[in-house]
């Protein structure tokens, strides 16, 4: 039987802060913890229909909404700030345009967490910048370790990305807040 990798997002909290001048992004990203929810016409059971059925992101590959709380299985998922997250399955990504002052150096936190005991990474990416974050098997309940992205914009605009990197390896479940 195939194993697969499924990443859970919950951008509860991300928030861009300027390190340089103020710039016409600062503060939390469009939508980022997911809580204006998709149209009932672009979601069938949890799983997003296109690639801009979550508002303000682009999603590619298979990409599901996840509430909070009480999983199937007898699992729970906290979510830190609201109750709802993404979830990345295998080399899936979703990723939202931002406006930016071209030369400024921005850094953004949010909180990351999986559930299995396999080594994983969450590839994080500004372009031409990109990282691979090793996450921490982490078990709290406010959702997860706090994880920090610097970048420097090369332009106005610019495009944040969050990307399963795993192929077929072992399932883990990640939160971002």
């Given amino acids: 039987m ?17 390190l340089a001048a ?6 939390l990203l469009p939508n980022g913890n997911f809580e204006e929810p998709p149209k009932a016409t672009v979601i069938k059971k949890t799983v997003f ?15 599901e909404y996840i509430h909070g709380g009480p999983q199937p299985g007898g ?7 609201g109750v709802h997250a993404v979830r ?10 931002i406006a930016v002052k071209a030369g400024s150096l921005y850094a953004m936190t949010f909180g990351a967490s999986r559930t299995c005991a396999q080594e994983e990474v969450l590839r994080v ?13 982490l078990y709290s309940s406010d959702g997860g370790g706090v994880y920090a992205y610097g970048f420097r914009a090369n332009s106005t605009s610019v ?9 077929a390896r072992g399932s883990s479940m ?4």
């Avoid at 195939?2 to 300027?18: E, G, N, R």
């Fill in 49 to 63: 229909l296109g690639k801009n059925a979550l508002p303000k992101w682009e999603i590619s590959g298979l990409v």
């Fill in 2 to 18: 195939a194993q697969f990798v499924s990443v859970l997002l919950a951008f509860t909290f991300i928030s861009t802060y300027v």
């Fill in 75 to 81: 699992m729970y998922f906290p979510v830190a700030h």
């Fill in 88 to 97: 990345l399955e295998n080399k899936a990504t979703i990723s939202q345009t």
């Fill in 22 to 27: 103020p710039t016409p992004l600062e503060g």
């Fill in 125 to 137: 990416s500004v372009p031409p910048q990109t990282r691979d974050l090793p996450l921490q098997t």
């Fill in 159 to 167: 495009m944040l990305t969050f990307h399963n990197p795993w192929g």
């Fill in 174 to 177: 990640w939160t971002a807040h």
